[in-house]
């Protein structure tokens, strides 16, 4: 891979940018190594905040479920009587021969 450059400007009416500007030309040290070090601790940190605040909801979620007691609905019995009642005989007569009517 060939050398990778970017350039960088700084604004000085951006009180962050200005801040940062003059931190930079303080350096005992390589700018670039001291923005490669950031970039690295930057995504470290956002990858470890992702992974903890993960964990942190399946621990919470763990111990919720702990806590809930699971019992199965009682299904109510159906009550089925085998014959049918004079109205419904009735009833299901007359229905039968509308239907038989259609077919003329």
């Known amino acids: 891979m060939s050398d990778y450059r970017i350039n960088v400007r700084f604004h000085d ?3 962050a940018e200005k801040k ?3 931190y930079l030309q303080t ?3 390589s700018r670039n190594k001291f923005i490669v070090d950031a970039v690295i601790a ?3 940190k956002e990858n470890t905040d992702n ?3 993960l964990e ?8 919720e479920v702990q806590t809930v007691t699971v019992t199965a ?10 014959e049918l009642t004079e109205e419904q005989k009735a009833e299901n007569a007359r229905n039968v ?4 009517e259609m077919f003329g």
């Open 97 to 100: 021969l509308e239907d038989l």
């Open 27 to 29: 350096l005992n040290k």
């Open 56 to 63: 942190n909801i399946r621990q919470i979620f763990r111990e």
């Open 20 to 22: 940062a500007a003059e």
């Open 73 to 82: 609905a009682q299904i109510p019995e159906a009550t089925v009587s085998p």
């Open 51 to 53: 992974e903890t605040l």
């Open 42 to 44: 930057y995504m470290n």
């Open 13 to 15: 009416n951006a009180p």
